[in-house]
């Protein structure tokens, strides 16, 4: 297995010159820095952490940085939005999108493509973090599941369905990690299945699975239809863990640098608005219209204000748990917490345990352009990450992940499905 500890010291120490030596961004400081184009085509999911995209183009956010005609077009599901990526913007699909944070690399490595045909793709910024959660149907409220998952191991057979976005998403790795954690193998104690998000709460409701993991607002309209409940959520799991990015063709990026920046430095202020609790009403307002997401404000604003109703009596007001989009650097995207997406996505299989994570980060991780648009929006240095790397991570089972050593990580895992290279 190629995910040595040497890769892995590599992969935290040097990151931030890999990454600014894979972008030609010399010509970011030379030349003008007005957008190559007018226009990019994104894709966007019905989910909260997509608000500052929607916000961006309904504030004028997007115009204001010189892209007036940046198009923000809805995706039926993330298999869709893969495939308008496969296509890009020029031939009828998307040329970026909101996305789950391995999706980009995913598609880099060609393992989610007709024919594993690579795709390559770059991270911009990421959206959000905390902000989803682990909903089990009404009919296992008397087993009181929480973020310990062990009461439903009596429960859940091979029959037993459970329902994430993406194989190898975020969502896919909350619900296997709170499984495992549980001593129930995803894999082979219940069946994993893929719904889109906005299909959640329908599914549940005729009683085709027993619990999925999804972000808002699908949680809070199942607890408020009465549905199931919230077991626990996500940032439970893991405090401030990443969750969605800013994706985008790299062939896009490489042909327009500075709409590049100027696109990220976009959405940076819409996340810096959004994440501000005064505008939180009228974020849930635009995002919850008709022409977005067609849900009642009332499924979107409770969880955004950090009040969370779990729907088996408990509640949480003001919870620090709720998804942010710019505070404690949740727009940074650390190269540290892509490497956790990938240790996970190789601890089931998804990639091979021979991956390169090292030069894969370096390939599709531009936290350098991030720093480019931080700049151009007017982030105070105050404001900024020092490093890219948050340091170890610790998760509700007391597993700690080292970016330095994620061998140790991986190997303190009882419960894993390896592919070999």
Same mark, same amino acid.
């Given at each position: 297995?190629?995910? !040595?500890?040497?890769?892995?010291?590599?992969?935290? *120490?040097?990151?931030?010159?890999?990454?600014? #030596?894979? =972008?030609? @961004? /010399?010509?970011?400081?030379?030349?003008?820095?007005?957008?190559?184009?007018?226009?990019?085509?994104?894709?966007?999911?019905?989910?909260?952490?997509?608000?500052?995209?929607?916000?961006?183009?309904?504030?004028?956010?997007?115009?204001?940085?010189?892209?007036?005609?940046?198009?923000?077009?809805?995706?039926?599901?993330?298999?869709?939005?893969?495939?308008?990526?496969?296509?890009?913007?020029?031939?009828?699909?998307?040329?970026?999108?909101?996305?789950?944070?391995?999706?980009?690399?995913?598609?880099?490595?060609?393992?989610?493509?007709?024919?594993?045909?690579?795709?390559?793709?770059?991270?911009?910024?990421?959206?959000?973090?905390?902000?989803?959660?682990?909903?089990?149907?009404?009919?296992?409220?008397?087993?009181?599941? !929480?973020?310990?998952?062990?009461?439903?191991?009596? *429960?859940?057979?091979?029959?037993?369905?459970? #329902?994430? =976005?993406? @194989? /190898?998403?975020?969502?896919?790795?909350?619900?296997?990690?709170?499984?495992?954690?549980?001593?129930?193998?995803?894999?082979?104690?219940?069946?994993?299945?893929?719904?889109?998000?906005?299909?959640?709460?329908?599914?549940?409701?005729?009683?085709?699975?027993?619990?999925?993991?999804?972000?808002?607002?699908?949680?809070?309209?199942?607890?408020?239809?009465?549905?199931?409940?919230?077991?626990?959520?996500?940032?439970?799991?893991?405090?401030?863990?990443?969750?969605?990015?800013?994706?985008?063709?790299?062939?896009?990026?490489?042909?327009?640098?500075?709409?590049?920046?100027?696109?990220?430095?976009?959405?940076?202020?819409?996340?810096?608005?959004?994440?501000?609790?005064?505008?939180?009403?009228?974020?849930?307002?635009?995002?919850?219209?008709?022409?977005?997401?067609?849900?009642?404000?009332?499924?979107?604003?409770?969880?955004?204000?950090?009040?969370?109703?779990?729907?088996?009596?408990?509640?949480?007001?003001?919870?620090?748990?709720?998804?942010?989009?710019?505070?404690?650097?949740?727009?940074?995207?650390?190269?540290?917490?892509?490497?956790?997406?990938?240790?996970?996505?190789?601890?089931?299989?998804?990639?091979?345990?021979?991956?390169?994570?090292?030069?894969?980060?370096?390939?599709?991780?531009?936290?350098?352009?991030?720093?480019?648009?931080?700049?151009?929006?007017?982030?105070?240095?105050?404001?900024?990450?020092?490093?890219?790397?948050?340091?170890?991570?610790?998760?509700?089972?007391?597993?700690?992940?080292?970016?330095?050593?994620?061998?140790?990580?991986?190997?303190?895992?009882?419960?894993?499905?390896?592919?070999?290279?």
């Amino acid at each position: 297995m190629r995910l !040595t500890r040497r890769h892995a010291i590599a992969a935290t *120490a040097s990151l931030l010159a890999a990454a600014r #030596a894979a =972008t030609p @961004r /010399g010509a970011f400081a030379q030349a003008p820095t007005t957008p190559e184009v007018k226009k990019a085509i994104l894709g966007y999911i019905a989910l909260t952490d997509a608000a500052p995209l929607i916000i961006a183009k309904e504030k004028g956010f997007f115009a204001r940085h010189g892209l007036p005609d940046v198009e923000v077009n809805k995706q039926a599901s993330w298999g869709a939005t893969r495939d308008n990526l496969v296509l890009g913007g020029e031939r009828g699909g998307i040329d970026g999108a909101h996305i789950l944070t391995p999706m980009p690399y995913l598609l880099t490595t060609g393992r989610v493509t007709q024919n594993n045909q690579p795709v390559p793709m770059v991270i911009l910024a990421r959206l959000n973090t905390n902000g989803q959660a682990l909903s089990v149907a009404e009919k296992h409220r008397a087993l009181k599941p !929480t973020i310990d998952a062990g009461t439903l191991k009596r *429960a859940l057979t091979t029959e037993s369905k459970v #329902a994430m =976005t993406f @194989r /190898g998403g975020t969502h896919d790795l909350w619900i296997r990690y709170w499984l495992a954690a549980a001593g129930i193998d995803p894999d082979r104690d219940v069946q994993t299945i893929v719904v889109p998000p906005p299909q959640m709460v329908a599914n549940m409701k005729v009683g085709t699975m027993d619990a999925f993991c999804v972000g808002e607002p699908w949680n809070d309209q199942l607890v408020n239809q009465k549905i199931g409940f919230s077991a626990a959520v996500t940032g439970e799991l893991w405090r401030d863990h990443p969750e969605k990015s800013l994706g985008l063709r790299a062939d896009w990026v490489e042909k327009h640098p500075n709409a590049a920046v100027a696109l990220t430095a976009a959405v940076i202020e819409a996340q810096r608005w959004c994440d501000q609790d005064a505008n939180k009403p009228e974020m849930c307002s635009i995002i919850g219209r008709r022409a977005w997401f067609n849900v009642p404000v009332a499924d979107i604003l409770n969880r955004s204000r950090g009040n969370i109703d779990y729907g088996d009596g408990r509640k949480v007001e003001s919870s620090p748990l709720l998804m942010k989009f710019w505070r404690d650097h949740a727009s940074y995207p650390f190269p540290s917490h892509d490497l956790w997406f990938l240790t996970e996505d190789i601890r089931w299989g998804v990639l091979p345990e021979g991956t390169d994570t090292r030069t894969l980060i370096a390939q599709v991780n531009r936290e350098a352009i991030w720093r480019q648009a931080a700049e151009r929006a007017g982030v105070p240095t105050g404001e900024l990450p020092s490093g890219p790397s948050r340091g170890r991570e610790t998760f509700f089972d007391g597993k700690v992940f080292d970016p330095d050593n994620p061998d140790a990580y991986l190997a303190s895992l009882s419960i894993k499905k390896l592919a070999g290279a």
